[in-house]
């Protein structure tokens, strides 16, 4: 047996499983991730942190055009020191970050879903103030890039009992 035979052979003794399961691929051929697609209209950002949020949001859900659902959300932050010297020099922060979400069917106001989903990123401060400013922004996207991509799992999740 080759090699690329026997690759063959594992991968599908691997997903033998899941046949039992029922699982099914969610952006497969009539996967519920297809139902989302395009059709979520996220509420529109008032700041920097809620553009890439939303921007990301639209990446993995697409852009909306006869939306039926409409989702707003909230995004809270703070910060924790995570590393001090003995100086009392702050050497990394955390920031953590909150996003409340509020799923709605367009046709009937119908609040679908309700929900949170959290995490984190960090920064060093131990460059210049302009590195330390340009590494916070960079944590805050990344946050924000995690966020969504929580959150759309979140939708994805949820999605087979409204969709």
Same mark, same amino acid.
């Given at each position: 047996m080759s090699s690329s035979d026997?690759?063959?052979?594992?991968?599908?003794?691997?997903?033998?499983p899941l046949a039992g399961c029922g699982f099914?691929?969610?952006y497969g051929t009539g996967g519920v991730g297809l139902a989302l697609?395009?059709?979520?209209?996220? *509420? %529109?950002?008032? $700041?920097?942190?809620?553009?890439?949020?939303?921007?990301?949001l @639209?990446?993995?859900?697409?852009?909306?055009?006869?939306?039926?659902?409409a989702l707003d959300c909230t995004i809270t932050t703070s910060t924790t020191d995570l590393a001090i010297?003995?100086?009392?020099?702050?050497?990394?922060?955390?920031i953590n970050g909150t996003v409340d979400f509020v799923l709605t069917e367009l046709a009937t106001d119908a609040q679908i879903l309700a929900d949170s989903v959290s995490s984190f *990123? %960090?920064?060093? $401060?131990?460059g210049s103030s302009v590195a330390t400013a340009a590494? @916070?922004?960079?944590?805050?996207?990344?946050?924000?890039?995690?966020?969504?991509?929580?959150?759309?799992?979140?939708?994805?999740?949820?999605?087979?009992r409204f969709s």
């Amino acid at each position: 047996m080759s090699s690329s035979d026997r690759r063959t052979f594992l991968t599908l003794l691997a997903a033998l499983p899941l046949a039992g399961c029922g699982f099914a691929p969610v952006y497969g051929t009539g996967g519920v991730g297809l139902a989302l697609r395009n059709q979520v209209l996220v *509420a %529109a950002p008032d $700041t920097r942190l809620g553009f890439e949020l939303v921007a990301r949001l @639209e990446e993995r859900l697409g852009r909306p055009n006869g939306a039926a659902y409409a989702l707003d959300c909230t995004i809270t932050t703070s910060t924790t020191d995570l590393a001090i010297t003995g100086a009392n020099d702050i050497t990394r922060i955390n920031i953590n970050g909150t996003v409340d979400f509020v799923l709605t069917e367009l046709a009937t106001d119908a609040q679908i879903l309700a929900d949170s989903v959290s995490s984190f *990123a %960090a920064y060093s $401060t131990t460059g210049s103030s302009v590195a330390t400013a340009a590494a @916070e922004r960079d944590a805050e996207d990344r946050l924000m890039t995690i966020l969504a991509d929580r959150l759309v799992s979140r939708l994805l999740t949820a999605s087979s009992r409204f969709s």
